[in-house]
C-alpha cells in the first residue's frame, strides 16, 4: 500500500481574500504561503481561476503565477487551472509560453472545462457560450500544437514532403517548442476520459466536488494510454486541508469553508469569512448534509488526526499526489495548517 512518505504534496490556492481585506493583501498572503512551502518540501503550488467571486483574487491567474514564481526560486508554479472555454488558446499558449521563458522548468499549465463562474460571466469572459463537451477536446488540441517545435507542428497538420515555411501563419512566442507540461483537471468521467485519451496527467477537483471521485479514477486508469508526456497513470487528489494544534481549533477552523459553502448554496458568495464556534443555527438541515458531502475528502484535526484522515485518502484512491487546499482565515493559522501537513508527510 501506498504511504503519505511515498506521495508528493502540493498546494492549491485561490488567494483568498478575507472580509474586511483586499487583494493586495490576498496575494501578499499567496506569496508568503508559497515561499514557507518551498521551505517546507512542498513539490508545487497551484493557483485557480475563477470570476465575479468576491473571495477569490486569482481571476488573472497567470498574472498570479508570475508573481508567485518571482518569489520563490525551486517549487514548481502553475495553475490548477485555467478554465479553457474562457480564453482563446492561443491567448494562453502565449502566457505561459511567457512564463516558463521567465522561470523555465517551472512552470505547469492544469486545464479544466468549467468556466470558473456564472454563464453571465462566462459570456463576458468569452463572448459566446458553446458546446464545452464539443469545443474542449478541439481547443486542446490547438493549444498543445501551439507548444510544439515548428517541424513536430508541420508533420502533424501537413504533408511531410511540405516545406515548414508552408505551416500555418498563426504561431505562439513565446511557447512554440517550449516543456510546459499539462495536466487535464475534472470533477467528472469527461475529463478522466480524455486525459487517459491522450495520456496525460488527471487532477480530481475532490476538495470541493467528489461524488465521482473513484468511479473516474478507475476509469482514468482502466483506459489509460501511454503518451510521449507520461509512460503510466498519475492522479493528483484535491484535499481540504485544516491542520492545527488541536482537533477542536481544527473542526473551528473548518468552519470558515462550511460557511463559504453555505453562501455558494444559496447563490450569494461572500469574502473568506471568520471562523465560528459552532455552525449550529447557521444552516438548515438540507444546507448541513450538502455541505458535508460537498466536504467529505478533507483532513482536518490534530497533526495524529490529519495523518489518519490523508493516510485513508491515499489508501481509498491510490494517489499519486495531494493536492491540498486551505481556505483559513487567519494568515497565520493557515500557515501553521501546511507546516503541520509537511511534517505529517515527512514524517510518515
Known amino acids: ?42 513539490h508545487r503550488y497551484w493557483v485557480a481561476e475563477h470570476h465575479s467571486i468576491p473571495g477569490v483574487a486569482s481571476a488573472a491567474t497567470a498574472v498570479v503565477i508570475g508573481h508567485l514564481a518571482g518569489g520563490t ?27 516558463e521563458s521567465l522561470y523555465p522548468g517551472r512552470i505547469d499549465l492544469g486545464l479544466g472545462r468549467a468556466p470558473g463562474g456564472d454563464p453571465q460571466t462566462a459570456r463576458a469572459l468569452r463572448r459566446g457560450l458553446g458546446n464545452v463537451n464539443e469545443s474542449f477536446p478541439r481547443d ?12 513536430a507542428r508541420q508533420s502533424a497538420a501537413t504533408p511531410p514532403a511540405m516545406p515548414v515555411a508552408s505551416l500555418p501563419a498563426v504561431r505562439a512566442i513565446p511557447g512554440e517548442g517550449l516543456e510546459v507540461p499539462l495536466y487535464l483537471l475534472g470533477s467528472s468521467d469527461f475529463s478522466a476520459r480524455l486525459a487517459a485519451e491522450l495520456g496525460l496527467p488527471f487532477a480530481f477537483a475532490s476538495h470541493f466536488a467528489p461524488d465521482y471521485l473513484l468511479p473516474a479514477l478507475q476509469l482514468y486508469r482502466s483506459r489509460f494510454t501511454p503518451s510521449e508526456a507520461l509512460a503510466e497513470p498519475y492522479v493528483m487528489v484535491g484535499v481540504n486541508l485544516f491542520a492545527a494544534d488541536s482537533d477542536a481549533e481544527a473542526r473551528r477552523l473548518f468552519t470558515t469553508l462550511q460557511q463559504q459553502f453555505v453562501h455558494l448554496v444559496r447563490g450569494a458568495p461572500t469574502e473568506l469569512l471568520p471562523p465560528l464556534e459552532s455552525m449550529e443555527g447557521r444552516w438548515t438541515p438540507q444546507e448541513q448534509a450538502h455541505v458535508e458531502r460537498m466536504t467529505r475528502v478533507s483532513a482536518v484535526g490534530s497533526p495524529e488526526t490529519v495523518r489518519q484522515d490523508l493516510e485513508r485518502i491515499v489508501a481509498a484512491t491510490g494517489a499519486d499526489e495531494i493536492i491540498a487546499t486551505a481556505q483559513i482565515f487567519d494568515p497565520a493559522a493557515r500557515l501553521r495548517s501546511f507546516e503541520i501537513a509537511a511534517d505529517v508527510f515527512r514524517a510518515s
Open 1 to 42: 500500500m501506498t504511504t503519505l512518505a511515498q506521495i508528493r504534496y502540493s498546494v492549491l490556492d485561490l488567494s483568498p481574500i478575507r472580509a474586511g481585506g483586499t487583494a493586495a493583501e490576498a496575494f501578499r498572503n499567496s506569496l508568503e504561503l508559497a515561499q514557507h512551502a518551498e521551505q517546507w518540501g512542498y
Open 73 to 99: 526560486s525551486r517549487i514548481r508554479v502553475g495553475a490548477g487551472g485555467i478554465m479553457l472555454p474562457n480564453h482563446a488558446p492561443l491567448v494562453i499558449a502565449e502566457q505561459f509560453g511567457t512564463l
Open 140 to 151: 486542446l488540441a490547438e493549444l498543445r500544437n501551439y507548444f510544439r517545435p515548428p517541424r
